[in-house]
């Protein structure tokens, strides 16, 4: 049978009258009395059955069995130490959570990061997805969301003003032609994202290309891993101009057609309308809005 856990307290006791051998010096680390302190130790030899010290006349040495525990305990104290300092060790003000649309983050958000981290160093950052879940986050300061800007309880700053635009690898140049017309696009998979709703179909119906089979092709639950896929040749995916720029710029993708349509939905930046904004996110909240001003410029 398992012996019970002792207090943490007892173990903490413990660690620092080990490393002191000295009950007194151990008991002022700890800001306890001496008498509190010599009583942990006591409760703790009980708990386990043997004694962990031996009490000479004018000091202390662990016994065979101190020696033996004593670097399990200080390891766990340590690590618990570690754990604790990672999560909750600065101030909650100093720390900006921001939920974040994924493919937004890596695409737009990422490249654009460092900026603000060179101008507000002493903000901690800490992000975290929002992939298919559109309900309220109570340990986020921040959200970046797509939508249409109208969620009940919240505030929107609109921070993108996307086209839709069909892209493809420059790879299709060599393994087939590019297709030249929206007409051509039957001899091609179409890359679809899950979710979203203004897909290839709603593309092609506001083009007036209804001869195309808008259904055929691959389905995904990312337009990030769409957008992946059409870089790497498996076929054409209907981006997000503001997602696309990037890999447009650096000709991991091209824009096979000249036509687009405005996309009806934007990412936008969301904050609590029920709840006065902190320091640091209104921080963030400035610098992000006059990035998404200079991307739209």
Same mark, same amino acid.
């Given at each position: 049978?398992?012996?019970?856990?002792?207090?943490?307290?007892?173990?903490?006791s +413990?660690?620092?009258?080990a490393?002191?051998?000295?009950?007194?010096q151990? /008991? *002022?680390?700890?800001?306890m009395?001496q008498? %509190?302190l010599?009583?942990?130790i006591?409760?703790? !030899?009980?708990?386990?059955?043997?004694?962990?010290?031996?009490?000479?006349?004018?000091?202390l040495a662990?016994t065979d /069995?101190?020696? %033996?525990y004593?670097?399990?305990?200080?390891?766990?104290?340590?690590n618990l130490?570690?754990? *604790?300092?990672?999560?909750f060790?600065k101030?909650? =003000?100093?720390?900006?959570?921001? $939920?974040?649309?994924?493919v937004?983050?890596?695409t737009?958000?990422?490249?654009r990061l460092?900026d +603000?981290?060179?101008? &507000?160093?002493?903000?901690?950052?800490?992000?975290t997805?929002?992939i298919?879940f559109? =309900?309220a986050d109570?340990?986020a300061?921040? !959200?970046?969301? &797509?939508?249409?800007?109208? #969620?009940?309880?919240?505030?929107?700053?609109?921070?993108? #003003?996307d086209?839709l635009?069909p892209?493809c690898?420059?790879q299709?140049?060599?393994?087939?032609?590019?297709?030249?017309e929206?007409?051509d696009?039957?001899?091609?998979?179409?890359?679809?994202?899950?979710? &979203?709703?203004?897909g290839?179909?709603?593309w092609? @119906?506001q083009? =007036?290309?209804?001869?195309?089979?808008?259904?055929?092709g691959?389905h995904?639950?990312?337009?990030?891993?769409?957008? !992946?896929?059409?870089?790497h040749?498996?076929?054409i995916a209907?981006? $997000?101009s503001?997602?696309?720029? !990037?890999?447009?710029k650096s000709?991991r993708?091209?824009?096979?057609f000249?036509e687009?349509?405005?996309?009806?939905?934007?990412?936008?930046?969301v904050t609590?309308s029920?709840k006065?904004i902190?320091p640091? %996110?209104?921080?963030? @909240?400035?610098?992000?809005? @006059?990035?998404?001003?200079?991307?739209r410029?």
């Amino acid at each position: 049978m398992k012996k019970r856990l002792p207090p943490l307290n007892w173990l903490r006791s +413990f660690e620092a009258a080990a490393r002191h051998l000295n009950f007194t010096q151990a /008991a *002022t680390e700890l800001h306890m009395t001496q008498a %509190a302190l010599s009583q942990q130790i006591k409760g703790l !030899e009980s708990q386990l059955g043997c004694a962990l010290f031996r009490r000479l006349p004018r000091s202390l040495a662990l016994t065979d /069995a101190g020696r %033996a525990y004593i670097p399990g305990v200080r390891e766990a104290i340590e690590n618990l130490a570690v754990v *604790t300092d990672e999560v909750f060790g600065k101030e909650r =003000g100093s720390t900006l959570s921001v $939920r974040v649309n994924l493919v937004f983050f890596n695409t737009w958000l990422a490249p654009r990061l460092a900026d +603000f981290r060179h101008k &507000y160093s002493d903000i901690d950052l800490r992000f975290t997805s929002n992939i298919w879940f559109t =309900g309220a986050d109570r340990e986020a300061d921040l !959200e970046i969301r &797509y939508g249409k800007g109208n #969620w009940t309880d919240f505030s929107s700053d609109r921070l993108t #003003w996307d086209q839709l635009v069909p892209v493809c690898s420059p790879q299709l140049l060599y393994q087939q032609s590019v297709p030249g017309e929206p007409e051509d696009l039957n001899g091609y998979t179409l890359l679809h994202v899950i979710g &979203y709703e203004e897909g290839w179909g709603h593309w092609l @119906k506001q083009l =007036g290309h209804h001869a195309i089979d808008a259904s055929q092709g691959i389905h995904f639950d990312s337009l990030m891993t769409a957008m !992946e896929m059409a870089a790497h040749g498996h076929g054409i995916a209907l981006s $997000r101009s503001s997602l696309a720029a !990037e890999l447009l710029k650096s000709d991991r993708l091209i824009a096979p057609f000249n036509e687009s349509i405005a996309a009806a939905e934007s990412f936008f930046l969301v904050t609590p309308s029920n709840k006065p904004i902190q320091p640091h %996110a209104q921080k963030f @909240k400035d610098w992000l809005i @006059k990035e998404a001003a200079k991307a739209r410029s």
